[in-house]
């Protein structure tokens, strides 16, 4: 191997182009060369274009269904190790499946711990995500995982608001250790909110633990799918007389009529990352240092509420921070 190659590689998916191509950039390489091969029966084969003989190979790939992106991920892992790299490490922004952590009732799997196993088994020496839906899953691996915070990226943006009266509110029970992580961070009060279903993605009723009368509610959680809880959450709020109501999601899922829910809602503002690419815009949009905003107006009878998404395309600096220390590991 020459001396001038660099030691590293960066690669992603088909669907985490994007963000892979602003990790290589600002680590300081090009994005390294994959093909994919298309049959007309809708299966695919990856292919490296470039020698990565016993060089580190970093794969970028957010793992949300369908299920292709983690057969893409799958199959780039498989080809890296048959083709000699000395090191493979996915970088899995968003760990789709992630919710099927446990039994919940008989007979359903365990999907998250099913995933872990592909990813060990097709050749990864090493998994990086980041705020995975619940901590327990870096169990399910044998191998090192390295579990990144988005709250790097969101506490900060939080603290530049400037909210008097700031609660931070967590929309489940599940939720309700990010969010006393957050307040302690903040030193804000805490409310939780009590939801029960009878399907998935469908709410049968919730109630709010705490106080919100006259305060600056944060919603917190990991990943916005529907939007349904999010938006009822918010409504609630509202009318138990909350001054407004944000709310922070590391993953945007936004599936169904997601966009729809969370701009008819009563929330101020959803910030999100990019770990997902997101599938529509608004006409009116706007861009700064740190983030793209779009926005869209409705009209309430004589007033005009704005709901504005805050995307924070720095996710890839804690990747790309972690990609120098990561580097000098044997």
């Not at 016993?54 to 992106?69: E, K, Q, W």
């Not at 919730?206 to 600056?216: A, P, W």
């Not at 983030?291 to 890839?316: D, E, L, M």
Request: aromatic share 10%; glycine share 6%; with cysteine.
């Amino acid at each position: 191997m020459s001396h001038q190659e660099p030691e590293a590689k960066i690669f992603a998916c088909s669907q985490s182009v994007y963000l892979a191509e602003q990790i290589a950039k600002n680590y300081g390489i090009p994005l390294g060369k994959v093909t994919f091969s298309h049959y007309s029966d809708g299966e695919f084969q990856p292919s490296f274009e470039e020698s990565i003989r016993g060089l580190r190979v970093f794969i970028v790939c957010s793992t949300f269904p369908s299920a292709d992106n983690l057969m893409e991920l799958l199959l780039m892992i498989d080809a890296a190790k048959r083709a000699s790299a000395r090191h493979i490490t996915p970088v899995i922004p968003y760990f789709g499946w992630a919710r099927q952590d446990r039994k919940d009732k008989p007979r359903v799997p365990i999907g998250a711990k099913l995933v872990a196993k592909l990813l060990e088994t097709a050749g990864a020496t090493r998994i990086m995500t980041m705020d995975l839906h619940a901590d327990q899953i870096q169990g399910f691996f044998e191998k090192p995982v390295d579990h990144l915070f988005a709250s790097t990226i969101f506490l900060p943006y939080v603290k530049s608001l400037g909210l008097e009266n700031l609660t931070i509110a967590s929309p489940d029970m599940g939720g309700s250790k990010r969010a006393y992580a957050y307040s302690k961070f903040l030193e804000s009060d805490v409310v939780i909110c009590y939801k029960q279903r009878k399907v998935a993605n469908v709410i049968d009723t919730m109630e709010l633990i705490g106080e919100v009368k006259g305060r600056n509610v944060i919603l917190v959680d990991d990943m916005i799918d529907t939007g349904g809880t999010l938006a009822k959450a918010a409504d609630l709020m509202i009318d138990k007389g909350a001054l407004s109501v944000r709310a922070i999601c590391t993953h945007a899922i936004l599936s169904g009529e997601a966009y729809e829910k969370i701009e008819n809602s009563k929330l101020l503002e959803l910030i999100v990352t990019d770990s997902i690419p997101l599938k529509k815009e608004s006409k009116k949009n706007k861009s700064s240092e740190l983030c793209t905003s779009f926005c869209r107006s409705n009209a309430h009878g004589a007033t005009q509420q704005f709901h504005q998404w805050k995307i924070f395309n720095v996710i890839y600096f804690l990747l790309t921070i972690y990609f120098y220390n990561e580097i000098n590991f044997d």
